[in-house]
């Protein structure tokens, strides 16, 4: 998406943070893992943050987590637990995220799983704008 000014539109960055993001939640069971049983639970709302409101958009997967320690370290490029992967798509993303004031949260669920978490300021159209 690009804007009438030739910029990248902003929202470019998300959806394209949130498409690493789905397919590292996929990719994260077992090569065994048949396509049907590779369970994503998504969640998009709107919260009320100090900073004002946020989307909030989180991607939850079943898959056989991660380490905490891992996990603090998960968004640094050339992290990766994935054999072959060269650990740049939540790096790429996070970066993506804070460029716009937003965030990528990575939580380890108990006992298994990952929830990853998409923070964005979020402004609503104002409501009876008057046109001149």
Known sequence: MRSCHG?????????KTLSRVLKNAYECYPDATPA???????????VDQDLGQQLRIRVKDAGPGLDPTIAEKAHEPFTSTKPGHKGLGLA??????RS??????????????????????FV???ENKETP
């Open 124 to 126: 609503l159209p104002e």
């Open 36 to 46: 049907a049983k590779r369970l994503l639970q998504i969640q998009a709302n709107v």
């Open 92 to 97: 790429l993303g996070r970066q993506a995220m």
């Open 100 to 121: 716009l004031g937003g965030q990528l949260i990575i939580q380890p669920n108990e006992p298994q799983g990952v929830t990853l978490t998409l923070l964005q300021p």
């Open 7 to 15: 910029r990248r539109d902003p929202r470019a960055y998300v959806v």
